[in-house]
Nanobody, 124 residues
Framework: VQLQASGGGLVQPGGSLRLTCAAS????????IAWFRQAPGKEREGVSC????????YYDDSVKGRFTVSRDNAKNTLYLQMSSPKPEDTAVYYC??????????????????WGQGTQVTVSS
């Protein structure tokens, strides 16, 4: 599976931004899909995860209520809608595909395939 993340850029605090992760080489519906992010000098952290069918989604407490993850298996695409972003959301965002157990959905080691990352900068 090849993943391609896009949609990053500069956004003002309180604005909105939508990230997209397009897959090729295999169908995404075989995998749970997650968004991770990594800020300079920090470890990669899980932001959100969505189940294979799209029926269940999970969020880190830092983004809960502001970010929304969704997927369109027919288009082999994953989305992350970022609403009311904050400066602390500034990071490189990665999409990843895997089959993690529920207790490990935020562990990068549980994912097999990764996109190349897209930079999100939240600043006025």
């Amino acid at each position: 599976v090849q993943l391609q993340a896009s949609g990053g850029g500069l956004v003002q605090p309180g604005g909105s931004l939508r990230l997209t992760c397009a897959a090729s080489g295999s169908t995404l519906d075989n995998y749970d899909i997650a968004w991770f992010r990594q800020a300079p000098g920090k470890e990669r952290e899980g932001v959100s995860c969505i189940s294979r069918s799209g029926g269940r989604s999970y969020y880190d407490d830092s983004v809960k209520g502001r970010f929304t993850v969704s997927r369109d298996n027919a288009k082999n695409t994953l989305y992350l809608q970022m609403s009311s972003p904050k400066p602390e959301d500034t990071a490189v965002y990665y999409c990843a595909a895997g089959r993690p157990v529920l207790s490990s959905i935020g562990d990068p080691r549980m994912y097999y395939y990764w996109g190349q990352g897209t930079q999100v900068t939240v600043s006025s």
